[in-house]
């Protein structure tokens, strides 16, 4: 669906007679296939421009001019055609910083806007004058479905089959497998070679086309097959390629270790929330859940809520740190913000964990002067977002500080439910020490928990684990075993958070007292 969507909006752009188009990308191959799919069905030529090759037609005709390598040139050729057609200017927005060639620009867009005619800058990062940018209108290229995904496999497995059976007759029998089952319908019913095809198909979601193919390309160079074992390396890229983008962090489905202390209210109402995701909702004309905000004491599991919502439903996380989203170039916000929204719903069903919500919606309920609106504006986009959104992306927003946060994030019927996380009880304390001293490998059964517990009063999930890992420390230290008594004198040693920030406690307390579910 991704691309033929771009094609529909891009035919209603030049039907509507938008002469200049901008679509921030480096995948050339993918704008080709969109542009070559608009002229077949509008009936239009295409002509590219590149400073190295000059103007030139698509499908192999003659040089337009040779005198047309220069921007300036080929914009000063273009506002003397009268022909309706598509003009592809790539890497020219580099050149609009010289007056010239923007003013140029504008007088052909001005030409063109009586027409179909249109003309389409390509090339990543994009930073149009401001001139220029209020006559541009921007088309999202989203990234590539699984349609393109399972041609472009099909095609790599088609293309390097003949080298690998060469050297590795494995190869062709596990590539002709898969590609059996792709161009057979019929085979989805039996064979295992359909399960690797779709557990690699969903591995690749997220990638752009080009990251993919490389991906792909590089399984089967390496061993000479593709199977669901290089679903790891597969994974690996794509937590790789997330974290470059710079604004999420990916967290799939087998790195999840996280295990969820108490929080039972919250653990119940998971249960019955799942039944959203399933095709029984789905024939109700139900919406999947739309999310859940957790908002409470420092340290106390939101964070790790999180992690352990996406392991108890079997599905990847997706990290947002707020505060990533703010850039000091005008529109690059909201810009990151629909990149990252745009990645999330790309690769769904999947978690987005969005952390510490209030560092980006702190003004959004105020004037918004303090910077310019942009909270407002971040603000009223991520609720039109949660409320419209029909792609399976459960939210888990986090929160430290209620009274940043606008009151309209908070009534009910933004999120599913609004739970509060206040300092763990005696039972929830219990099996966080019984988790964290399992995870060092320690036999709890040699421990005092009633005397562990009842010393850890007041002390949050996190300052538990941090108990843990500094008496372990001394214990390593002192070369003896870690002992109930070394726990507790760690435990003395520590000023917990609810003594030294008792009042902001006793403040969140009586505000989340019956506006919130607790997570007990």
């Not at 108990?467 to 435990?491: G, M, N, S, W």
Request: hydrophobic letters at 40%; proline letters at 4%; one cysteine or more.
């Amino acid at each position: 669906m991704a691309l033929s969507t771009s094609v529909h909006d891009f035919r209603t752009l030049i039907r509507s007679h938008h002469p200049l188009i901008v679509i921030e990308t480096v995948e050339e191959e993918r704008v080709l296939a969109l542009l070559q799919s608009v002229i077949a069905q509008e009936r239009m030529p295409l002509f590219e421009w590149s400073v190295t090759r000059g103007l030139t037609r698509h499908d192999d005709g003659p040089t337009i001019s040779k005198i047309t390598a220069t921007p300036l040139a080929v914009l000063q050729h273009l506002q003397g055609l009268t022909v309706e057609a598509i003009f592809w200017l790539k890497d020219m927005t580099p050149h609009l910083q010289d007056s010239a060639v923007a003013r140029q620009l504008r007088e052909v867009s001005h030409h063109f806007g009586r027409s179909r005619t249109t003309c389409v800058l390509t090339g990543h990062p994009i930073a149009l004058p401001l001139d220029i940018e209020k006559i541009a209108v921007h088309l999202e290229l989203q990234l590539p479905d699984r349609n393109e995904l399972q041609s472009m496999l099909q095609h790599v497995l088609e293309s390097l089959s003949p080298r690998t059976s060469l050297r590795r007759p494995r190869s062709t029998t596990v590539a002709q497998s898969i590609l059996s089952s792709i161009n057979d319908s019929t085979a989805a019913n039996h064979g295992p070679s359909v399960k690797e095809r779709e557990t690699i198909l969903f591995a690749l979601k997220g990638l752009t086309l080009h990251q993919a193919r490389q991906v792909i390309t590089q399984c089967v160079v390496e061993d000479g097959s593709l199977s669901a074992d290089d679903v790891q390396r597969i994974l690996k890229r794509k937590v790789q390629a997330i974290k470059d983008g710079g604004l999420l962090e990916y967290y799939p489905l087998e790195d999840n270790r996280f295990e969820l202390g108490g929080f039972a209210n919250l653990k119940s109402w998971l249960e019955r929330a799942k039944v959203g995701f399933t095709a029984e909702a789905k024939s109700l004309n139900l919406t999947p859940p739309r999310g859940i905000m957790l908002v409470g004491v420092p340290g106390c599991g939101k964070s790790l809520a999180a992690k352990a919502i996406a392991k108890e439903w079997q599905l990847p996380l997706l990290k947002l740190d707020a505060g990533r989203l703010f850039d000091k170039f005008v529109g690059e916000s909201e810009k990151n913000f629909r990149k990252a929204i745009e990645t999330a719903e790309s690769l769904s069903p999947i978690v987005l964990w969005i952390d510490e919500i209030e560092k980006a919606m702190a003004a959004g309920g105020g004037s918004g002067e303090a910077d310019a609106g942009l909270s407002r504006r971040l603000f009223g986009a991520f609720l039109t977002w949660l409320q419209e959104k029909r792609q399976e992306v459960f939210v888990v927003a986090t929160a430290n500080n209620l009274s940043l946060l606008p009151p309209e994030l908070l009534r009910k019927g933004r999120f599913d439910e609004i739970f509060f996380v206040d300092l763990p009880d005696d039972i929830e304390r219990e099996s966080i020490w019984t988790i964290h001293l399992g995870l060092r490998k320690q036999d709890v059964k040699q421990f005092d928990l009633i005397k562990i517990v009842s010393a850890s009063d007041g002390f949050s999930g996190s300052e538990i684990e941090q108990a843990v890992v500094a008496a372990l420390y001394r214990a390593l230290h002192q070369k003896t075993p870690l002992t109930t008594d070394l726990l507790i004198e760690e435990l003395t040693n520590t000023m917990p958070l609810s003594v030294t920030r008792r009042e902001d406690i006793d403040q969140l307390r009586e505000t989340a007292q019956g506006r919130f579910v607790n997570v007990r």
